[in-house]
């Protein structure tokens, strides 16, 4: 039988595990680490944006979005090269269904498909204009958060909620309607991230981002339900062919 | 609110900061003269009248042409809020570098300045309707 040594001091208990980071937030993860944290933010957000590190490099988050919005520029790319004739047509009936048929025999003459200059300066300028979109976006729903008194942690960890929302980009891999269904996923991944980032009320979150978009962007909002009348009229016009 | 000492993290967001400017001022002269080819504002279309926001556009266009006057004239806020992005980016790695403090707001929510922060925006709202913007 072995003999306990007399100072012998019994191993602490294990505490609780440590939580799991984001494959993308793990030290030394490489670029390939982005694919399963993509997957992780389109199928379990929620989770996914509670294990988001409030303390790792700001880099990682805010590269995660620049890598994404590049995606979008590059599926854009190609979708306007296939979908060329196809969107002239829809954006010709478009106009025309509400009511702005002399805007297309306006600018008609300045739509020309893009050459290669075009597109390798849409795919090195895409992802800058989104990075100052991000900065911008994050100051305006920070400020909103801080007044309602949700932005505990700062607006280091607002800026890395909503570079996450960069997920949403994905949804240009559908046609026509992506970048309307992306606009929404947005909205969601906004609040939903915000919420876990400041630890505070959806509700909160919510306002955040919908407050500043009420506030500034009636057009916009005016400008999407017109986009859903005109749409709906365009199908309704095509179903009756 | 209470002031800290700049973390490496504040550091970091003030070179992003400085680099959205830079980005912003590089492409100005490639977007703005693009600038009249966005459509135009559908709430002013509908309803006769701007939205808080209408005039952005024109103001960000005059600033570019060193117009003050005129950029306050098509929306006061906005333009007000632009120069604050340009100077305070500008601004922001130096004051973080030579270890000036950070702001910190009190938590809680804050009904004062929220009455105070949509005052502004309806204020600069009938500025707009006044003047026909």
């Known amino acids: 039988m072995s003999e306990i040594p007399p100072n012998f001091d019994p191993p602490p208990p294990p505490g609780p595990p440590a939580p799991e980071l984001l494959p993308w937030e793990e030290p030394e993860a490489g670029f390939g680490s982005l694919f399963p944290t993509i997957g992780r933010f389109v199928v379990r957000p929620i989770e996914s944006y509670s294990r988001m590190s409030l303390t790792v490099d700001l880099v990682r988050p805010v590269a995660y979005y620049v890598a994404l919005a590049l995606f979008a520029a590059i599926v854009n790319q190609i979708w306007g090269q296939i979908l060329w004739e196809a969107n002239m047509r829809w954006l010709q009936s478009l106009l025309a269904a509400v009511g702005q048929g002399a805007m297309w025999q306006q600018f008609a003459p300045q739509l020309v498909r893009p050459g290669v200059l075009q597109i390798v300066l849409g795919l090195v300028l895409t992802p800058l204009i989104y990075l100052v979109v991000l900065f911008v976006v994050t100051g305006v729903c920070h400020a909103t958060l801080v007044l309602l008194g949700g932005g505990r942690n700062g607006f280091a960890a607002s800026l890395r909620a909503l570079s996450y929302t960069g997920t949403s980009s994905l949804a240009v891999v559908i046609p026509f309607v992506g970048g309307l269904l992306g606009l929404v996923w947005w909205l969601i991944l906004g609040i939903v991230g915000l919420a876990a980032a400041h630890r505070t009320e959806g509700w909160k979150a919510a306002l955040a981002i919908l407050l500043p978009l009420v506030a500034c962007c009636l057009c916009c909002i005016a400008g999407a339900v017109a986009f859903g009348a005109a749409i709906a009229q365009a199908i309704q016009h095509g179903g009756s062919m | ?133």
């Open chain 2, 1 to 133: 609110m209470t002031w800290r000492a700049p973390s490496r993290t504040d550091r970091q967001i003030a070179w992003l900061w400085a680099s959205c400017v830079a980005i912003s001022a590089a492409l100005g002269p490639v977007a703005l003269p693009l600038s009249h080819l966005l459509p135009s504002c559908a709430w002013h279309a509908w309803t006769g009248l701007p939205c808080p926001g209408c005039g952005t556009t024109r103001a960000v266009v005059r600033l570019a042409a060193d117009d003050l006057r005129g950029a306050l004239a098509m929306n006061p806020l906005a333009t007000a809020g632009v120069l604050a992005f340009g100077v305070g980016g500008l601004g922001a790695p130096a004051w973080v570098r030579f270890g000036g403090a950070v702001p910190v707001p009190s938590p809680g929510p804050k009904p004062g300045w929220l009455v105070a922060a949509a005052l502004l925006v309806l204020s600069n709202w009938g500025w707009l309707v006044a003047n026909g913007v």
